[in-house]
């Protein structure tokens, strides 16, 4: 019998509340009836379930899509639950692919090398600082540059944090400063400072979340301040171990320092009281990563002219199934090749680590890295965190993590760099590493950090709603007017390229306007530079590296673009 006619209505919505999306389409199509029923009569009921869109607790209607975190605007124009369901759908398959589809977008900052950044998908902007000092302020959509700090405003090397219209970063002196955007009279982008915070020991790290920035000290202090009051004040002093290596993280509860040799001390944000220590030594369960061949060693990549830098960077422009790399996360240590080419477990360094829910990871020297599923189970009972965690391994030799060892965590998925690659590794819904193949299991993949023969270690990396957003060694160009002809009163333009750091945006979102056709689409496309144009434009680009007039000119701009290599 028709559950429609048999069942109430509240029981048969029930029963579609465990109905997943591809069961929902085929009930559509059976009978006029179950299509009315579902698109019709309960449409905004079923698709506005969790269990079909996702989205916050408590929410209405669709206007949390405005604080989207989204670089393709994947889900702007959303106007139901259904469409919403729809494109949700669509991305998470996407995302879930062995080969997934990406477009690329490469933003050049200046003429400066990109150190860390930050997106606000709000305001749609990037804030970068650079290796050479400085502070930019770049539309998302365009490239163009909003706003700017010079170099003797803002430290080479200088760290970032951002939160929603607020910037912080450090200075000379141990200081920290904090600059706010948003404010009466400035114009889009702009930001003026509105708190300087001194300290009297030395600083070595910040991280500013929940409202709270949380600062740490070589010198066994830490800070813990409110920024939601207006100039910020001081809730708590931390007293910690001496040794802090300077990687931090935190929740609205807790703080995460990284000690180096000596694992990860968390401690109560209030009480300032050290909860728990973990030791990954301590970890008994072993994966490491089965690596993928390196690519050619070559000076310019098959992918050079996608991931070169352009004006167009908005869209997301190249679709392309290439750009990542399936690898496969095996039982067991990593067989390495010799004594020397990889960082012992006792000497290793643990860097940065990162909270996520319950989940927690943590990246070392030696291209290590620790999964905890529930690291407040691990605190409450310190036996288990060996027995509950794992420790995967890659190949590496620690000589790139002093400028690098940087991570990111979403949606289960763990991103982090060693030795010139980013490793994606996606984790079940127990945030634990499915080692059973199957075929609802999330792929693992990599990507190279930039051009080959160009490594320079990732200063900063997120995996956001619908990309991968990272910092990436590439060529740059500037326009050039230089004298010609004997009187040297004419000028022409000529681009100078030099090597640089530039944002690096993969973007999974699908094109909806060709849905499952874009595969067909990129499958029987022509290339899309033929090979003589390939050839002549790679000789153009090798001659312009080679002037040697041009590289050994004055210009102080070119000089601080290329002091760093």
């Known amino acids: 019998m028709d559950p429609l006619r048999a069942l109430p209505t509240e029981i048969v919505l029930r029963m579609l509340d465990f109905s997943c999306v591809s069961t929902i389409a085929n009930l559509t199509r059976t009978t006029k009836v179950w299509h009315d029923f579902i698109d019709g009569t ?38 139901s639950w259904k469409e919403l369901c729809k494109r949700q759908t669509l991305l998470r398959r996407n995302w879930n692919r062995e080969a997934p589809i990406t477009r690329e977008s490469v933003i050049q900052v200046g003429n400066d090398a990109v150190w860390r950044f930050r997106a606000d998908f709000k305001r749609r902007f990037f804030l970068s600082t650079s290796q050479q000092g400085g502070l930019n302020v770049t539309d998302m959509d365009t490239g163009s540059l909003l706003w700017r700090l010079s170099h003797e405003e803002v430290r080479p090397f200088a760290h970032l944090e951002y939160q ?48 709270t920035l949380c600062v740490i000290s070589t010198q066994g202090r830490g800070f813990v301040y409110d920024v939601a009051q207006d100039p910020p004040s001081l809730r708590t002093r931390l007293k910690i171990d001496n040794g802090a290596v300077g990687h931090l993280d935190q929740n609205a509860e807790v703080v995460v320092v990284s000690m180096g040799k000596n694992g990860y001390h968390i401690y109560d944000k209030e009480t300032s009281a050290r909860l728990g220590t973990f030791e990954p030594a301590k970890c008994t369960n072993l994966y490491h990563i089965v690596h993928p061949p390196r690519p050619p060693n070559s000076v310019l990549s ?22 990542l790399t399936p690898i496969e996360v095996a039982s067991g240590p990593f067989s390495f090749r010799s004594e020397n080419s990889h960082v012992r477990w006792e000497d290793d360094d643990w860097g940065a680590a990162l909270l996520s829910g319950p989940l927690m990871v943590g990246i070392s020297r030696g291209g290590r890295v620790l999964v905890c599923p529930d690291w407040r189970s691990a605190i409450c009972d310190p036996r288990t965190f060996g027995a509950m965690s794992c420790v995967i391994e890659c190949e590496s030799d620690g000589s790139s993590f002093d400028l690098g060892g940087w991570l990111s965590v979403r949606d289960n998925r763990i991103a982090f760099e060693i030795q010139d690659r980013v490793y994606v590794v996606a984790l079940d819904e127990e945030s634990s590493l499915p080692i059973v193949r199957s075929a609802d299991r999330r792929p693992s993949f990599v990507f190279n950090t930039s051009l080959t023969q160009l490594a320079v270690p990732v200063s900063f990396m997120s995996i956001c709603e619908d990309s991968i957003m990272t910092t990436y060694t590439t060529l740059g160009s500037r326009r050039r007017t230089e004298a010609t002809g004997p009187t040297g009163q004419e000028h022409a333009n000529r681009s100078r390229i030099f090597p640089t ?28 530079r033929p090979d003589e144009d390939r050839h002549s434009s790679i000789l153009e680009i090798m001659d312009m590296l080679s002037d040697e007039e041009d590289r050994s000119g004055s210009d102080e701009d070119e000089v601080n673009a290329e002091g760093v290599w």
């Not at 079909?52 to 670089?71: I, Q, V």
């Not at 219209?165 to 114009?187: F, H, N, Q, S, Y």
């Not at 098959?302 to 750009?323: A, G, H, M, V």
């Not at 979102?509 to 060709?514: K, M, Q, S, T, V």
């Open 501 to 528: 750091k530039a944002i690096r945006v993969l973007s999974f979102a699908p094109n909806l306007e060709l849905g499952d056709d874009e595969e067909l689409l990129i499958r029987t496309s022509s290339p899309s």
């Open 302 to 323: 098959t992918d050079t002219f996608d991931s070169l830098p352009s004006t167009d960077i908005f869209p997301p422009k190249q679709p392309n199934r290439e750009r």
């Open 164 to 211: 929603d219209g607020m910037a912080v970063w450090d200075r000379e002196g141990d200081a920290v400063e904090i600059w706010k955007t948003d404010i009466d009279g400035l114009p889009r982008g702009a930001f003026r400072r509105t708190a300087i915070l001194p300290h009297d020991c030395q600083t070595r790290g910040f991280q500013l979340s929940y409202n």
């Open 42 to 79: 309960h449409q905004e009921t079923i698709y506005s379930s969790h269990g079909k869109t996702a989205h916050p607790h408590g929410t209405h209607d669709l206007s949390f899509l405005d604080e989207s975190g989204s670089f393709a605007k994947y889900l702007s124009g959303t106007s």
